[in-house]
C-alpha cells in the first residue's frame, strides 16, 4: 500500500487490517436492511458489473462506462490524514470488474448511491473502508441508514482505535472539545438528561441549563419517525445514546440529527421500558 503523504508508521499498521473475513462474508451489495430498504430512498436497483476507473473527490468513484457513484450508507471522513488513506485503499481496486447495485435516486450532482462488491474478491468498498476506520457509516442527507449492519462493524473499527477512532469518542458534557469541531462531522456519546418536545422542534439536552454541552435538534418530521420506531421523551430521557452529525455553536453546541442518527447504548443493569417502564426512565 502507498502510504499517504505525512502517514506514520502506526497509520499504515492500524490501517494495514482493512479487509476482515466479516466485510467478506456479511456484507454483500444486496444485503438486507432494516424497514427503511423498502422505501424509495433505499430501493435496490438492478445489479450490473462495471470496471473501477478512478477515485474523484471525497470518495466519488468513476467507472468506465462513464458513470459517477458514492458508496451508500457511507460519510467520507473530512480531515486529510484518514480522507488520503480512504483514497489510496480505492485507488488499489482501479482496474477491477465490480459489482454494482444502485439505490435510490440520484443525488444532486447526478451520481448514483450504491452497494458496490469486487467481483474477484467479494469485497465490499463500504464495509472495508468502515472496518479500517476510514469512513463513518451515516445516512448522509438521506432520512435513514440503508444498511444498518455497518454500524456494526464501526462498533468494531471503534473498539480497535483504528484510523478516526484512534482517538476517544468525544463526550456531550465536553463543551469545549465540541467547540473545537464546529462546523465538522462528529460522533458524541453521553446521557440524554432532558427532553422538550415543541411544536416545531424536538431538543435532546445532554446538560443542564447554563452549563456547557451539547443539545441535539430533531426536527418535527425526523421526531415523527423517531416515534414510529418506538422513542418517545419518555424511553429516551437518562438513557445513555450515541449521536453524530454536523457540530454547530450557536449558544452551545449543537447537532441536527436525522432518524438513524441517534443510537441507544446497552446498559446491562438498566430496566428496559416496559408497562411502568416508561416512568421509571424518567427518574
Known sequence: MIEPEGGSAEWRHRTGRATTALVLVALGA??????????????????????????????????????????????????????????????????????????GQTDRWGRERADIQVAETGIDLAGGLIAAGLAFADANERDSLCRPALRTVEDTAREKRLGLWRDSVLQA????????????????EGRIRHVGERSARTYLDFVGRGEDGLTVMVSKRTWRMMRDRGLSAASLEGRRVRVRGILEVWRGPTLEANADAVEILSEPDRREAGPTGERELRR
Open 173 to 188: 458534557t465536553d463543551g469545549p472539545a465540541l467547540r473545537a469541531r464546529e462546523g465538522r462531522f462528529a460522533v458524541v
Open 30 to 103: 444486496a444485503m438486507p436492511a432494516h424497514a427503511a430498504s423498502g422505501t424509495a430512498e433505499c430501493r435496490q436497483g438492478p445489479a450490473r458489473t462495471e470496471t473501477l476507473d478512478g477515485i474523484g473527490l471525497r470518495g466519488e468513484i468513476r467507472l468506465a462506462s462513464g458513470a459517477r457513484v458514492v458508496l451508500d450508507s457511507l460519510l467520507w471522513p473530512d480531515t486529510p490524514e484518514p480522507a488520503e488513506a480512504a483514497r489510496v485503499w480505492l485507488e488499489a481496486r482501479r482496474g477491477d470488474s465490480l459489482f454494482v447495485v444502485p439505490r
